[in-house]
């Protein structure tokens, strides 16, 4: 190279007219991601520096602070008026701060203290060589069975790891409702949906069946993933920008500037609708929406226990409202096209999980075909298509959660020899046994079903009352049988476990320390308070119902 070519070089990247502007970025604002983000490091920190004997410990606490301190930052935020007139676009256009993404935060955050107690339990199981054990592998590398893993049972290791892994998943799922342009919302997916894999194939009891369930959360999720993708390549080629605001012009025929290359692919609608339905395929598998729901009984079944009642709750809570700020801020020009398709996946997903769900002989199963039918009564206030069913979805989930986190964990106080009796035989006359968990679960049970003065009768009806108003007057009708057919199992399970005569070599229900008792017990109050005394909830949901634009 020349000494004049090294020259011009030089001084074009001394011009000060190119100069990189650097990028504004509102750390406030973004506070609840950052605060998790960086104690999911400090986690990874502690396994490396940390003597084994205090990383319980010291990442139960750094867990649940950084859990509590990102909840006070999403309250103090909503506060200071960011949920309403001072909502607004942060991080260069990244991330939307306005009333749904910071009520969906708060209940993902409540709900991952809730899980994180879960995590934690380590009273359930005897004793092993002196150690207290809990629902995880003593070493998560070691091959089940094999003489490695025999070793770290009898040394008394604990897989510490789950608590970054949740911090991260948690992470993720924070960013993934409020994302405001596509990159953000696939890095998002991608963040929260790696670390849910791994924590699927850590249980201690049952590995290979929970290696299994994880290999194929793993493929279908990677499935999903490339369907997402490709959408986002697609609506970019649409619209020539991966901005919500800039596609949705686009769409309407509002945008300020049309190129030339712009004004060709505009009118190419094969490649909007192609993209936006890759695009929200990929959302409805997160949900567990029906046709796209095949991975739930199986990983629902396979996965530790703690696991699957913190993805059952707040995974739903991160991809509804993904799937809400896509359909109500990217493409409401398209909602002719949209809303027909949703109905169909709706009525198909509310059905096949309420019917499926009866024929199942697994307590997991069954409550992962339950969580099926709950995606489909949840859609039917997405497809409301207004103010009020943005309202009545965000309600719905912050009900569903708390119901769900605290079911998953009662099923882990049942237990035989072999871990977790999750068999439904194994649960006949547990109302004798032990009176107070039965009627804990029936709490659950007869909230799932939707009876009057539980949480979860306040959210059908807000979500069906949304549906009618909004049009959808025969989805509500199937909504309701849908209901009464799921009401049949839920009440089936209550019947078994008061009416049938106890096994006697049935399972025990083991004494829970303190950390899941307060899980248990939130999930009651929350079940019971959203039940008799909603309005101000509902009220709350109804402020928090507006997107920023």
């Not at 139960?60 to 103090?76: P, T």
């Not at 009627?439 to 009876?451: Q, W």
Request: net charge neutral; proline share 5%; charged share 10%.
């Amino acid at each position: 190279m020349n000494a004049s070519a090294v020259h011009s070089l030089w001084t074009t990247a001394a011009d000060p007219l190119n100069k990189i502007d650097a990028p504004k970025i509102e750390y406030g604002q973004l506070s609840p991601v950052l605060i998790v983000i960086v104690a999911a490091v400090l986690g990874i920190l502690v396994e490396a520096a940390v003597p084994r004997k205090a990383r319980y410990h010291a990442q139960l606490l750094l867990s649940v602070g950084a859990l509590a301190a990102a909840f006070a930052a999403v309250v103090a935020l909503a506060a200071s008026g960011y949920a309403t007139t001072k909502a607004g676009i942060a991080a260069m256009g990244a991330i939307a701060v306005d009333g749904p993404a910071l009520f969906l935060q708060g209940v993902i955050l409540l709900t991952g203290i809730v899980a994180v107690f879960t995590f934690a339990e380590r009273r359930l199981d005897p004793a092993a060589h002196g150690n207290r054990v809990d629902s995880f592998a003593a070493q998560g590398a070691a091959t089940p069975g094999s003489d490695n893993e025999k070793a770290a049972v009898r040394a008394g290791f604990t897989t510490t790891e789950v608590f970054p892994l949740a911090l991260f998943a948690i992470g993720g799922m924070l960013v993934f409702p409020a994302a405001n342009d596509l990159l953000t919302l696939f890095i998002a997916l991608e963040v929260f949906s790696l670390p849910l894999y791994l924590l699927c194939a850590l249980a201690r009891r049952k590995r290979l069946i929970s290696q299994e369930a994880a290999v194929k959360y793993f493929l279908l999720g990677a499935f999903a993933s490339a369907f997402t993708l490709f959408g986002i390549a697609l609506l970019y080629g649409y619209a020539g920008s991966v901005s919500y605001a800039t596609i949705a012009q686009v769409v309407d025929g509002t945008v300020a500037e049309v190129t030339p290359a712009l004004a060709e692919t505009m009118g190419n609608d094969a490649l909007l609708l192609v993209g936006a339905a890759m695009l929200i395929m990929g959302l409805l598998f997160k949900v567990g929406a029906v046709p796209f729901h095949m991975w739930t009984p199986d990983v629902y079944q396979g996965a530790p226990t703690p696991v699957t009642g913190f993805m059952a709750a707040a995974t739903k809570v991160a991809a509804f409202g993904a799937l809400l700020r896509v359909l109500y801020v990217v493409l409401p020009g398209l909602r002719w096209d949209w809303r027909p398709v949703m109905w169909g996946i709706a009525i198909l997903t509310m059905l096949g999980g309420a019917i499926v769900a009866i024929t199942q002989t697994d307590i997991k199963r069954l409550l992962a075909y339950s969580s099926i039918a709950h995606a489909g009564f949840i859609l039917a206030g997405v497809i409301a298509a207004s103010p009020e069913g943005v309202s009545s979805v965000l309600f719905y989930l912050g009900a569903y959660s708390f119901v769900t986190v605290g079911a998953f964990a009662v099923v882990t106080l049942v237990r035989d020899a072999g871990g977790e009796a999750t068999h439904l035989s194994k649960w006949a006359g547990l109302g004798r046994r032990s009176p107070l968990v039965a009627a804990v679960f029936a709490v659950f049970l007869l909230a799932f079903a939707g009876i009057p003065l539980t949480s979860g009768f306040s959210g059908k009806f807000a979500v069906f009352k949304a549906a009618a108003e909004g049009g959808a007057g025969a989805l509500v009708v199937v909504g309701v049988l849908s209901s009464a057919i799921a009401a049949f199992f839920y009440i089936r399970v209550i019947v078994l476990m008061f009416f049938s005569e106890p096994n006697p070599e049935g399972p025990t229900v083991a004494v829970p320390s303190v950390l899941t008792s307060t899980a248990i017990a939130v999930g009651v109050a929350v079940t019971l308070v959203l039940g008799v005394a909603p309005q101000y909830f509902l009220d709350l949901a109804g402020q928090a119902g507006v997107f920023v634009r």
